[in-house]
């Protein structure tokens, strides 16, 4: 294991928070961007070791460095990307733009679905959930067994998911008129069929309740809808029939629940109406 460097937090200011951690940018050095995970040390040395995988696979990242400690946590020093903007917050600042960000994010999002990665290098997405499934205690035998067989049954490929895609996961910066995107918090990305990425999107933007979509992602619900509408329309195309398009998208944004519930520790509901009547 890497062995971690000992930093002075109050050399850094925090800048926001996720579920499992929390942002900062180096006081003096405006090069350096950190993240410090509020708990489970290892998954910040296993997150360094895959974001170097990433960053060499060519996916638009920004460039990781250090594994680093206060003493008490462990995070990530990152090459920071000065003057970004998250998807979410761009939203949130300019909702009248949101269907233009949609179409913005899915071309970014449609780029990493076309690359084929090194499958030694990467997990498959169906292993991935097939263990988070097997660790969850909140579904039944029967549940599982139906989840599990609809996983398997997804097409396989080797192209690259980011496993977290939502469009706080999402940054651009702009400078001389030029737009550059970047992925961040790559802590899932693996290899498989893209509509596993797609439900997320999806899920964010359509499935969570009111107040949570203006704590977390800065913007109403009406304006996180319009983003999908952006989003969709420019992913699937003009030709695509979004009728059945949707269908399997709900499908997929359910299965995520798997992935909410390894981080919440609870059932989601809300989230797991997606799969009844469908996958069980």
């Known amino acids: 294991m890497i ?24 006081k003096t050095d405006p090069n350096i961007m950190m993240k410090m995970y509020f708990r ?3 998954a910040a040395a296993l997150e360094l070791e895959l974001a170097k995988k990433v960053y060499n696979a060519g996916i638009p990242t920004p460039e990781p460095g ?24 761009a939203c949130g600042d300019n909702p009248e733009k949101a269907e233009e960000y949609g179409r913005e994010f899915a071309q970014l999002c449609k780029k990493l679905h076309a690359t084929h990665v090194d499958t030694t290098q990467f997990e498959c997405v169906k292993d991935r959930l097939y263990k988070m499934l097997d660790a969850n ?30 469009f706080g996961n999402g940054i651009f910066v702009e400078e001389n008129g030029k737009k550059t995107q970047y992925f961040i918090d790559l802590g899932d990305f693996c290899y498989g069929y893209p509509m596993f990425d797609i439900g997320m999107v999806y899920l964010c933007c359509c499935l969570n309740d009111e107040a949570w979509t203006m704590e977390m992602n800065h913007m109403s619900n009406a304006t996180a809808a319009r983003f999908w509408d952006g989003f969709a329309a420019e992913y699937f195309g003009p030709d695509a029939n979004m009728e059945e398009v949707m269908k399997e998208v709900k499908i ?7 992935m909410i519930e ?9 989230f797991r109406a997606m799969l009844e009547g469908t996958i069980y």
């Open 252 to 258: 997929y944004a359910g299965l995520k629940t798997i």
């Open 66 to 89: 250090d594994l680093v400690t206060d003493g008490e946590r462990m995070g990530i020093r990152f090459k920071r990307i000065v003057g970004k903007k998250s998807y979410s917050r």
């Open 137 to 166: 205690p909140d579904f039944t035998a029967e549940q599982k067994a139906k989840l599990r067989d609809f996983i398997a049954a997804a097409p396989d490929t080797d192209t690259a998911i980011h496993g977290d895609l939502q």
């Open 262 to 270: 390894r981080d919440t520790h609870c059932p989601m509901p809300n």
């Open 40 to 42: 489970n040390f290892e």
């Open 3 to 26: 062995e971690p460097i000992l930093i002075n937090l109050n050399d850094y200011v925090r800048t926001g928070e996720g579920a499992n951690g929390a942002s900062y940018n180096h």
